[in-house]
């Protein structure tokens, strides 16, 4: 009788199931991942934009909320407004007599902010030579992305105003890999200009 020892080891057929099951789990762990990352990603640009819009809405509050400071009673302007809000500059610009001389010509009297072709831009000079400081990229002021882009300065009165509600919109640099469009995200705030001491 010859004793046939069965030999230690894994078949092929084995090793074949096995090597399956390996490649199906590893496929689906990687489906995960790539899914993980994309959200990840969305998260992490959607923060962004909130970012952008937010920093970019405080600049701009905290100057109009300087506007009409008149120490001398001079019954100076406060804002002038863009005639023409709804072409492709949008502006408003604030004036306040912060150093109280009783005009507003020095630096930072006289700060004109203006959204145009994607950006927010300041200049705080009345020298109109002086060019422009970028404060945020990537502001379209197009909620919707129907390619309209919506008012960024919106006063209560065109001849007298006593609020301005400022519209911001951001936009992410890139397509979010999700969704296969931009992000997008509004906020706005009503600031009350000063009207005296």
Request: charged share 25%.
């Amino acid at each position: 009788m010859s004793d046939r020892r069965r030999e230690a080891g894994f078949s092929m057929v084995e090793m074949a199931v096995s090597l399956a099951l390996f490649c199906l789990a590893m496929g689906g762990i990687s489906g995960l991942l790539i899914q993980n990352s994309q959200v990840n990603r969305t998260e992490q640009m959607l923060a962004e934009v909130q970012g952008n819009a937010r920093n970019t809405l405080s600049m701009i509050v905290q100057v109009l909320r300087s506007t009409g400071w008149d120490p001398m009673n001079t019954g100076m302007m406060t804002v002038v407004l863009d005639p023409l809000p709804n072409d492709s500059v949008n502006y408003i610009e604030v004036l306040a007599d912060l150093n109280e001389d009783g005009d507003t010509e020095d630096p930072n009297e006289r700060i004109l902010i203006r959204h145009i072709n994607n950006q927010v831009e300041w200049r705080t000079s009345s020298d109109v030579s002086q060019p422009y400081e970028i404060l945020a990229d990537n502001i379209t002021n197009d909620s919707d992305g129907d390619g309209v882009v919506e008012t960024m300065f919106v006063p209560d009165s065109l001849t007298d105003p006593t609020r301005v509600t400022v519209r911001i919109t951001a936009r992410s640099p890139t397509i979010d890999p999700r969704r296969g469009d931009y992000l997008r995200y509004t906020i706005s705030s009503e600031v009350s200009l000063r009207r005296n001491l």
